[in-house]
């Protein structure tokens, strides 16, 4: 790999060793689109329509399937990480194009994909996503709100709670297509949302559940390790998020954030991991 790519893998390559070591296995995602592509340009109405945007997100595919094919610690590739709402029609094709590229240079790792950010999968007999694109395929949901039912099955869509209830249709597509399902994402709520959340999904269907997130900056709640903001930080937020003259001293302040996220300046809370565990 060259340019841009090579300082990824110069970050992944290591991470991968140290996961190898203690038997963990990583997923990467597309969480954050290439540059100049728009989350919602990539999507296409058929599988052969071109479109450049989705041009740009199959070749930087190719390029970590590629250089990943033959390592036992990568799980497989998330395509796609929660494709806007308004595109259901468009989520199978796009997907299977992205899956075909990954296919030329790596024929054995799983495809994972995400259904649209409300979850929103169409309804039985009648799936926005069709039959599965693999034989080696897993769908994986975000959860975030929401009631927490007994039981999924007391929770699927009905025109009294279709909102919430739609959120586990990806449960039934999987049960209905035979492919396991994963919570890729899941947190930011209440220790008791969390515990219960963790035992709903203890099904048969379901092959785990992540957590997000390990560590943030600040303590907004409902994460497992927190560091603490910075002196000057505040301002380096707020010139990102609405810009104007650079504070002074922003590399110090950028610089001081970054040595805080060290370990030994972590905050745990015993509570989530608790939770965590239902």
Same mark, same amino acid.
């Given at each position: 790999?060259?340019?841009?790519?090579?300082?990824?893998?110069?970050?992944?390559?290591?991470?991968?060793?140290?996961?190898?070591?203690?038997?963990?296995?990583?997923?990467?995602?597309?969480?954050?689109?290439?540059?100049?592509? %728009?989350?919602?340009?990539?999507?296409?109405?058929?599988?052969?329509?071109?479109?450049p945007d989705l041009?740009?997100?199959?070749?930087?595919?190719?390029?970590?399937?590629?250089?990943?094919?033959?390592?036992?610690?990568? !799980?497989?590739?998330?395509?796609?990480? %929660?494709?806007?709402g308004y595109h259901? %029609?468009?989520?199978?094709?796009?997907?299977?194009?992205?899956?075909?590229?990954?296919?030329?240079?790596?024929? @054995?790792?799983?495809?994972?994909?995400?259904?649209?950010?409300?979850?929103? !999968?169409?309804?039985?007999?009648? #799936?926005?996503?069709?039959?599965?694109?693999?034989?080696?395929? $897993?769908?994986?949901?975000?959860?975030?709100?929401?009631?927490?039912?007994?039981?999924?099955?007391?929770?699927?869509?009905? $025109?009294?709670? @279709?909102?919430?209830?739609?959120?586990?249709?990806? #449960?039934?597509?999987?049960?209905?297509? @035979?492919?396991?399902?994963?919570v890729g994402e899941?947190? %930011?709520?209440?220790?008791?949302?969390?515990?219960?959340?963790?035992?709903?999904? &203890?099904?048969?269907?379901?092959?785990?559940?992540?957590?997000?997130?390990?560590?943030?900056?600040?303590?907004?709640?409902?994460?497992?390790?927190?560091?603490?903001?910075?002196?000057?930080?505040?301002?380096?937020?707020?010139?990102?998020?609405?810009?104007?003259?650079?504070?002074?001293?922003?590399?110090?302040?950028?610089?001081?954030?970054?040595?805080?996220?060290?370990?030994?300046?972590?905050?745990?809370?015993?509570?989530? $991991?608790?939770?965590? &565990?239902?």
């Amino acid at each position: 790999a060259s340019g841009a790519s090579s300082v990824g893998f110069r970050s992944l390559d290591p991470l991968l060793l140290w996961c190898r070591a203690e038997g963990v296995y990583v997923l990467p995602d597309m969480h954050v689109y290439p540059d100049t592509v %728009e989350k919602g340009s990539v999507f296409v109405r058929s599988e052969t329509e071109g479109n450049p945007d989705l041009d740009s997100v199959k070749a930087a595919w190719v390029t970590v399937a590629r250089h990943y094919r033959d390592n036992p610690n990568i !799980l497989g590739y998330d395509l796609l990480n %929660e494709p806007p709402g308004y595109h259901d %029609e468009r989520l199978r094709p796009t997907y299977v194009q992205i899956r075909n590229a990954i296919r030329t240079v790596d024929t @054995h790792h799983l495809i994972v994909i995400e259904p649209n950010v409300f979850s929103d !999968l169409g309804t039985p007999g009648h #799936w926005f996503l069709g039959k599965p694109i693999d034989a080696d395929m $897993a769908i994986s949901p975000h959860f975030y709100g929401g009631d927490v039912p007994v039981t999924i099955d007391a929770d699927l869509p009905t $025109a009294a709670n @279709h909102y919430n209830g739609r959120k586990y249709l990806s #449960w039934l597509y999987a049960r209905d297509s @035979h492919i396991p399902l994963f919570v890729g994402e899941m947190g %930011e709520n209440s220790d008791d949302w969390l515990r219960r959340m963790v035992r709903l999904w &203890r099904i048969g269907i379901t092959a785990g559940v992540l957590y997000w997130t390990y560590k943030k900056p600040g303590n907004a709640g409902g994460d497992l390790v927190t560091v603490p903001w910075t002196p000057g930080w505040e301002a380096i937020r707020h010139y990102i998020q609405d810009g104007g003259p650079p504070p002074p001293n922003a590399y110090k302040a950028m610089m001081d954030m970054a040595a805080a996220t060290n370990t030994r300046y972590e905050v745990f809370h015993p509570n989530i $991991a608790n939770a965590l &565990r239902g």
